[in-house]
């Protein structure tokens, strides 16, 4: 299997040069040069595979540069019962008939994010070290992101994470997750400004091409390829719980922001799986449903992009979402960089041709978007009614999910965290505490390691100099 860029650049490059870069050379984002087709007969025989033979069987077919034996020695030490909390991995779990959470997470820091970063801090120890190569990982959070990240590389040999966070304006759940590490090869910078700053520091670091190669820098952003890859396992993986036999079709909700997640399941549907519709949600940042809605795609200005109860959908443009214009538009490289590098560049939006528009349709994309009051009121409602607690993410996806339940097929929400991250607003719609995961009591209290940092790109590239 060889990989392309969206922006037609027709170089084709195999998995383990891709695995380590960001956009492809031209800007584009990279793409398997076609999805592998799962026929009827695999399809039946992987139906009884556990989680982590069902991820061999994907990744393999997109991975032909790491041999299989050690292939599947770095996907059998990732999905464990032991990092993910049950023999499933991902079990579903149901609201009511016809309607289910499939558990995302249960990993190391309670969000989806887990499921791709942990295979992915094990992928890289395996390319660096086989390169004999180091890579020092920078990267800015607010949240999620940045500690799936630690939590991957922690303790990983020739990796370290220089990660950046605004000073104090993470929930205090987040920054005891993050700050509680003690491994050496992770470094938390608490940035005095806010993720604005943060972010501005990341680009003006890596801007730096002499610093950048010198210290040999590198992201684990959500464009990461293999991120996007080990996102399709569990489509299949909530296909086979929901369903009996391979006749049957299911529709799956995911709450959406830069719209990685989703991708993931265009590119399950693409293999072949019976996916009827992919219901993309989102919260008051809604650029993504009204691209699905209108066909015009408008980022939006920091003025125009919300703080919501949801933070992490809380996006101006969709990162990841190039991708599934590629393959809308026929894989149109042409096409696709008219669009993004001279439209979204110069006007900030495109719509497209009511042509193209129209071909949505056989994606199965539909979409819809939800307000705080909504969550409020599904963050309730799902509770008193089917007894499970949902974080606000959830929660977008399950009130958008009820706007497109179809009698006899089952409709898949993905669980993209615990409500414990975002205790603040279940306080607020059930007026009491969020459940937390017994391994996680008391991490409040825990000694806390990181450096406070002024907002300034040199004090973090001298800081990184000191600590490779
Ligand atoms: C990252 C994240 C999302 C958005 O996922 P995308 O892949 O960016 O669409 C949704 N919910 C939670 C809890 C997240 O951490």
Known sequence: ???????????????????????????????PTHYPRIDAATLARWRGLSYAELAFEILA??????????????????????????????????????????????????????????LLGNLFEYELGRRGEELNILGATSGDTGSAAEYAMRGKKGVRVF?????????????????????ENIHNLAVQGVFDDCQDI?????N????????????????????????????????????????EVVSFTVPSGNFGNICAGHVARMMGLPIRRLVLATNENNVLDEFFRTGTYRVRGSAETHETSSPSMDISKASNFERFVFDLLGRDGARVKQLFAHEVEKTGSFTLSKEEFARIAEFGFVSGSSTHADRLATIRDTFER???????HTADGVKVARQYLEPGVPMIVLETALPVK???????????????????AGIEDLPRRFKVMPVDAQAVQAYIAENC
């Open 163 to 183: 990660m950046l966070s605004p000073h104090g304006r993470m929930s205090p759940f987040q920054q005891a997750q993050m700050f509680s590490l003690q491994d």
């Open 422 to 440: 975002f205790a603040a607003t279940i306080r607020e719609a059930l007026g009491r505490e969020p459940e937390r995961p017994a391994a996680l």
């Open 386 to 392: 089917c007894g499970t607690m949902i974080d606000t």
């Open 61 to 118: 077919r997109y991975i032909d540069d790491i041999p299989p034996d050690h292939l599947k020695r770095l996907v059998d030490k990732t999905y464990t019962e032991e990092v993910f909390g049950t023999r499933e991995i991902t079990p579903l779990k149901a609201l009511e008939p016809g309607l289910s959470l499939e558990a995302l997470s249960n990993g190391p820091t309670l969000a989806f994010k887990d499921m791709a970063m942990q």
């Open 1 to 31: 299997m060889k990989y392309i860029s969206t922006r037609g650049d027709r170089t084709e490059r195999g998995f383990s040069e891709i695995l380590l870069e960001g956009l492809a050379p031209d800007g584009g984002l990279y793409l």
């Open 202 to 206: 990341v680009k003006a670091v890596s």
């Open 208 to 247: 730096q091409l002499d610093f950048k190669r010198k210290y040999r820098i590198g992201t684990v952003n959500s464009i990461n390829w293999a991120r996007l890859l080990a996102q399709v396992v569990y489509y299949f993986a909530g296909y086979f719980q929901a369903t009996k036999s391979n006749d």
